[in-house]
């Protein structure tokens, strides 16, 4: 069992990480079927030729991705911690931490550069320039290299990945080691958590100070609604 070699493994029994299990599942199905309902609304209608919403659709894919794959892996027949023999347990959760870390990452990021998007558009709209579409594609840029940037440094043996508190899925290992390698997995995970959040709340607050400026011009009210939306 995954429990055996899990450090979290005595803050539960049996039961209550099975139950734990199932509440996982369940939510995780209702944050699927309600992502799945806010993409067809972004993908299947007139908002997808908004680059705006298109840039929303990175993040709200990506999120029921997760959502979804979280689900199966939780399900006896695709949960690696019961199917790999103890000598590959290590690989497995490497494989699997690596993944959960990265798209983690490149979901946060996303929504991150939503709304740093918004202060762009702000910004470019009370200046009266142009919009340039090839700040789209530095928005995603970045979202895959802080992805990476914050992913890779477990496989190449700072800090490492770690089963989490259901003792089924591996995450950063947030035990910190007696080393210098404490100081780099504390500063991944505060560029990861606090740093985001930080960049989103500033964002949304500069590009409402600048909306505050716009005329009542319906396409400008959209944009203010959407804004108070992500906000």
């Not at 990265?102 to 979901?107: G, N």
């Not at 985001?196 to 009542?216: P, R």
Request: with cysteine; net charge neutral.
């Amino acid at each position: 069992m995954a429990s055996e070699s899990c450090v979290w493994s005595d803050i539960f029994d049996d039961q209550s990480r099975a139950n734990l299990e199932r509440g996982l599942i369940v939510t995780g199905v209702i944050a699927f079927l309600l992502g799945v309902w806010l993409n067809l609304a972004l993908l299947l209608t007139n908002l997808r030729s908004d680059l705006s919403y298109r840039n929303l659709a990175f993040f709200t894919v990506i999120a029921c991705l997760r959502r979804a794959v979280s689900v199966f892996s939780h399900l006896p027949l695709f949960n690696y911690s019961e199917s790999f023999k103890d000598g590959d347990k290590n690989i497995s959760c490497d494989v699997s931490g690596f993944w959960d870390s990265f798209w983690t990452v490149y979901e946060v990021e996303c929504l991150t550069h939503v709304c740093i998007e918004r202060y762009v558009v702000a910004k470019y709209t009370t200046r009266g320039w142009p919009i340039q579409k090839n700040h789209y594609i530095l928005f995603q840029s970045l979202c895959l290299f802080f992805a990476s940037l914050y992913s890779f440094p477990p496989l190449f043996g700072i800090g490492r990945f770690g089963y989490d508190f259901s003792c089924q899925s591996c995450v950063l290992d947030m035990v910190l080691p007696e080393t210098w390698q404490r100081y780099i997995i504390v500063l991944i995970f505060l560029l990861r958590s606090v740093k985001s959040v930080g960049f989103m709340l500033t964002m949304l607050l500069w590009a409402s100070n600048l909306e505050a400026k716009y005329d009542d011009s319906e396409k400008l009210l959209i944009a203010k609604r959407f804004t108070k939306v992500i906000f």
